[in-house]
């Protein structure tokens, strides 16, 4: 009887159980420059494919040497790069020029895809 329960249970467990499926992940970032200005923009982050991309409301940048470990969400973009701890929410952006004036910090949080993103990166 016991061996039976078990068997139909897991007969079940494999009807029902879906494969994993790769869910781009938003954060809705803000950080704030030297100068005080706030700067708001989104990230998306995608584990199971290994990219990462930016949207300022107009366009997606995409990241490159993206590397995204259990803590942390690194990758560079063309003007800057960024880290992004995920225990925290803890955000920082390293501008490649000259263009903010050093190193810049703010916070991440988790959010629905922000209005007129791509079809795809939704």
């Not at 009887?1 to 897991?10: D, G, P, S, V, Y």
């Not at 960024?82 to 263009?99: C, E, V």
């Amino acid at each position: 009887m016991r061996l039976a329960i078990l068997l139909m249970t897991a007969v079940m467990a494999v009807a029902v159980a879906r494969p994993a499926s790769a869910e781009p992940r938003w954060l809705a970032c803000k950080v704030t420059d030297q100068g005080g200005q706030v700067r708001n923009f989104s990230v998306v982050f995608d584990d199971r494919r290994n990219t990462v991309g930016v949207w300022d409301g107009n366009s997606m940048a995409e990241g490159t040497s993206v590397v995204i470990t259990f803590q942390a969400l690194r990758a560079t973009f063309p003007r800057f790069s960024m880290t992004y701890n995920r225990n925290d929410g803890a955000f920082s952006m390293t501008p490649l020029g000259a263009n903010y004036g050093g190193l810049l910090h703010g916070e991440c949080r988790r959010s629905l895809p922000p209005p007129g993103v791509p079809e795809e990166r939704r």
